[in-house]
């Protein structure tokens, strides 16, 4: 194609971009908005922030971008990573700079609502890239799909999720390796695993996660596979994720998921603390891996952080397939443990009211009562005080999460034994734990009732250590690897 070929065709497609990139509302200033208008609004805005990406990058406009997105974003072309709108802005300004001229035509958007405040948007979406003079060809062009997902803030919709999924390419493909060369970048690093997005049925729902595979793996291999679940009330962008690159890195498949009614995965009412309904996923998830044609499903394992230690011991003690267990920081109460930390017998019982009210309000309207899950200043949080790991958007306090309880939840959570497992649970087990942790005495009791010693290992940290810290996720990573490569064997 000539130069002037390919500047035709850059051109045709800014026309196309410029077509549908900015929507605007049916509502009129001043006009009382009725729910089809705010539908209609919204939509707008929400169209309009993921264009903005698009037609900020190809002008170079990076304030532009930068203000598209949350504070925290899974950027995802081809595996999953949580990035700062900076971090997002310092890989794409030099790539993009490097090309003569870009354009991404989006069209086709399909937008859902979750909620009022979650959205979703399927498109489709053509990308040029012009390099004058290049061998092989000036123009490449790449078409595919977008998946985003946006959340209202106090500044607007905001992308927090934006995947790219890649189909047909045309032209010369080099293009990108010619730029990335005419911007002095290196080239990317060969990951230690590579991800398949997976979706699998739990009681009618379905839900929504990650497979890590490593790519030490030959063709044709059948791996050991665990699934990896984070603290109450997390989404797998958080802790799960960081332990569940390590795993696959170490020669396991490490599934991670949202759970009904968190993140991507289907289930109401969302943000719903319910250990059955927690358990009854993390036995689909078994189901899942069990059948997968890459695992190996009679080296099933499970790992569990903090309150999922609890989930995992007990799907694992009624179920043959899990064949070893790990706890990490586990959170492990009963009725006198969670008496201890809620106040006494009256903080439970007060917790435990308001949610059955909550509950009963919500069989009544369907309305779902939420608090914070964690606040410095709220007391009806879930958790009260200084937890830096929520609240900080660098650490797990990302958009994806919510910071939202439903206030139903307490009963089920508060009731829940988690140490009446132990005495069934004969998977081998290890829990790596701290004295400055969450109730150390919890997996100590559990230990204590465990049918075969389990082994424990105890380090230094506090709880969050355990969530993000690398050092101690690292050691904990270690310890739970050659657990599960002596447990999992080759049989």
């Known amino acids: 194609m000539t130069t002037t070929g390919a500047r035709a065709a850059i051109a045709a497609l800014a026309l196309a971009l410029t077509a549908c990139g900015s929507p605007t509302s049916a509502v009129q200033p001043g006009a009382k908005e009725n729910p089809m208008q705010n539908a209609t ?10 264009h903005n990406v698009a037609r900020g990058a190809d002008l170079r406009q990076w304030d532009t971008v930068r ?22 802005v310092s890989r794409w300004q030099p790539l993009l700079s490097a090309f003569d001229s870009t354009q991404h035509a989006i069209r086709d958007e399909q937008v859902s609502f979750v909620d009022p405040d979650l959205a979703r948007v399927r498109s489709r979406f053509q990308a040029a ?28 919709w905001k992308v927090t999720r934006m995947r ?54 030959r063709e044709g291999e059948r791996v050991p596979a665990v699934a990896v679940l984070g ?38 009412p969302r943000h719903e603390e319910s250990p059955a309904r927690k358990i009854e996923d993390i036995r689909a998830a078994v189901a899942f891996l069990s059948a997968h044609p ?32 790990v706890m990490v920081a586990p959170w492990l109460h009963d009725a006198a443990l969670a008496a201890s930390v809620y106040g006494g017998p009256e903080g439970v019982a007060e917790r435990v009211r308001k949610g059955r009210e909550a509950r009963a309000r919500f069989a009544a309207t369907g309305e779902v009562s939420y608090v914070p899950a964690v606040s ?45 497992s132990a ?62 490569r002596a447990t999992l064997a080759a049989r």
Not at 189 to 213: C, M, N, Q
Request: glycine residues 10%; hydrophobic residues 45%.
């Open 231 to 268: 603290s109450w009330t997390t989404v797998k962008e958080q802790m799960p994720s960081l332990y569940a690159q390590r795993l696959a890195a170490a020669g396991f498949a490490a599934l991670t998921f949202d759970v009904r009614g968190f993140g991507e995965s289907e289930g109401a």
């Open 423 to 484: 005495p069934r649970l004969r998977a081998p087990t290890l829990i790596v734990h701290s004295e400055e942790g969450a109730i150390p005495d919890g997996a100590k009791r559990f230990a204590a009732a465990m049918p075969a010693a389990p082994r424990v290992v105890w380090t230094a940290g506090t709880q969050f250590h355990f969530y993000d810290d690398p050092a101690t996720v690292e050691r904990a990573s270690q310890e739970a690897a050659a657990h599960l």
């Open 129 to 156: 890239h012009h390099l004058a003079g290049a061998a092989g060809g000036e123009l490449w062009s790449l078409a595919g799909r977008y998946e985003h997902e946006l959340a209202r803030t106090a500044s607007g």
């Open 67 to 88: 203000s598209a997105f949350a504070g925290r974003v899974v950027l995802d072309y081809g595996i999953p990573e949580l990035l700062t709108p900076e971090e997002i």
């Open 164 to 217: 790219m999924i890649p189909g047909e390419s045309t032209g010369n493909a080099a293009l990108l390796e010619r730029a990335r060369e005419r911007a002095g970048l290196p080239a990317p690093r060969a990951p230690d695993y590579r991800v398949e997005h997976v979706r699998f049925p739990s009681e009618g729902a379905e839900l929504v996660g990650v497979l890590h595979l490593p790519a030490s793996a």
């Open 41 to 50: 609004r919204d939509r707008s805005a929400i169209l309009e922030t993921i």
């Open 294 to 325: 890459a695992v190996d499903g009679n080296r099933l394992g499970l790992v569990g952080v903090c309150a999922s230690s609890g989930y995992v011991a007990a799907e694992a003690a009624d179920d043959p397939r899990v064949k070893s267990v």
């Open 376 to 420: 410095v200043t709220d007391s009806s949080a879930a958790m009260v005080g200084q937890f830096d790991y929520y609240l900080d958007v660098r650490r797990g306090g990302i958009p994806q999460w919510g910071n939202r309880f439903a206030v139903m939840s307490w009963p089920g959570w508060l009731e829940f034994d988690a140490l009446a």
